[in-house]
């Protein structure tokens, strides 16, 4: 087929194109009239949604411990170590001197016994967890595959958590007790001067020179991100939600969970003021954690939906408490669908139920203004999906021909 044919065979159809509708439109009764012409529509298509609260934030130690000193049964000597120090467990801190060995040995030996007390306790509660964690539902019995509710792998999730952070508690009272122990052997051979190590990891953040109580202050060397929250806002969130951080220092986007939710202001309340509570978030990633002090872009996901039909806001009608989104029919007719909506963000809506995957629904059904239940509709051509490779497999009486079925098979 030569460029001439290809030339007057557009113009052939261009020209029966044109005249067809002409008279269709200008026929009197025409269908035209009562079909109307959809400009934009798209598929149902499933997506996520989530409903983010901004706070601006910044990055604090996760917690701080605290060594204290009795000068009851000894005098304090020196430090050994500065403010800003990383430490391990078992550096050692400082050093004192004992004036009666005997009680002090008698006071580290009650220490201790205590410690053990406190361990036995929490091994106790580690067994209890543990039950629990083993009555939740499995992931399947013999050969039938059962769906775990998602409270329940909630559940498992937090209990899990608890159990690690009890067994760090563990590991923590038995390096204390380690150094108790020391101290106390050291006493039995006659030694004057104790040592007294650290229990932690961490930096160490304050020395107190007076020797006053606390007499050191570690900070842990895992992190938080902390914000505060209006009365408002705090009502909105609650443990375990998620969040991302995002450092400009950083420049990257970090996931996080919120691990504590203030029950109390951050103030004492006043009439005048508004109050303040505090909310802690851990961030996922400990292998970048950020440095204590940076200030950071924290983002509190409030509400989430994951595989969900969505829809912009566009498409939604609302008459009277029902709403509607306008149904291309593969029978060539509008249906306006009663839908139930969810989360709405971003200009974007959840479809809880009333369609389905594939279905194709009107954009902007507003924008049409003779849009009717039930009337048929037409769409425009895509030119830029006719190749003129692709008219060169057919011949003159093929295009011809479909071209007359388009025009003249009408509803």
């Not at 269908?31 to 400009?39: C, G, I, N, P, S």
């Not at 120090?85 to 040995?105: A, F, H, N, R």
């Amino acid at each position: 087929m030569n460029k001439r044919s290809i030339f007057y065979t557009s113009l052939t159809v261009s020209l029966l194109f044109i005249g067809a509708n002409t008279y269709l439109i200008e026929k009197a009764d025409s269908k035209v009239d009562r079909e109307v012409r959809v400009a934009e529509w798209e598929p149902v298509n499933k997506g996520a949604l989530a409903k983010e609260m901004p706070k601006a934030g910044v990055v604090a130690s996760e917690e701080e411990n605290y060594i204290y000193f009795n000068d009851e049964f000894g005098s304090f000597k020196k430090f050994l170590v500065k403010e800003g120090d990383q430490i391990k467990s078992g550096t050692p801190l400082y050093e004192y001197e004992v004036t009666d060995q005997s009680q002090q040995k008698s006071v580290l030996e009650s220490e201790a016994d205590q410690l053990e007390d406190e361990i036995d306790s929490i091994e106790d509660n580690i067994s209890d967890l543990k039950r629990l964690e083993s009555s939740l539902p499995s992931g399947s019995t013999d050969d039938k595959e059962i769906p775990i509710d998602a409270s329940a792998l909630q559940s498992e999730y937090d209990l899990k958590k608890e159990i690690a952070a009890k067994e760090l508690e563990i590991d923590r009272l038995e390096s204390q007790i380690d150094n108790l122990e020391r101290q106390i052997s050291d006493i039995e051979s006659y030694e004057t001067t104790l040592t007294v190590q650290s229990s932690v990891d961490g930096t160490i953040k304050d020395l107190s020179h007076a020797i006053d109580n606390p007499l050191i202050t570690i900070a842990s060397q895992s992190t938080i991100v902390t914000t505060d929250l209006t009365e408002k806002e705090i009502v909105k969130v609650d443990e375990n939600m998620s969040a991302t951080v995002q450092s400009d220092v950083e420049k990257k986007t970090q996931k996080g969970i919120v691990t504590r939710v203030a029950t109390l202001p951050k103030n004492d309340p006043h009439i005048q003021t508004e109050s303040l509570y505090p909310v802690e978030v851990k961030l996922q990633d400990t292998e970048n954690e950020l440095l204590p002090g940076h200030h950071v872009f924290l983002s509190i996901i409030t509400d989430e939906v994951k595989g969900a039909f969505v829809v912009p806001v566009t498409a939604v009608e609302k008459d009277g408490d029902y709403k509607y989104i306008w149904i291309l029919t593969s029978k060539g007719n509008v249906e306006k669908r009663k839908v139930e909506t969810g989360l709405a963000v971003n200009g974007q809506q959840q479809i809880k139920s009333g369609v389905k995957a594939g279905e194709y629904y009107i954009l902007y059904p507003d924008d049409i203004p003779a849009l009717q239940k039930g009337v048929p509709f037409i769409t425009a051509l895509d030119w830029d999906k006719v190749k003129l490779r692709d008219l060169k497999k057919f011949d003159r009486p093929t295009i011809l021909e479909n071209l007359l079925l388009g025009i003249l098979e009408r509803k």
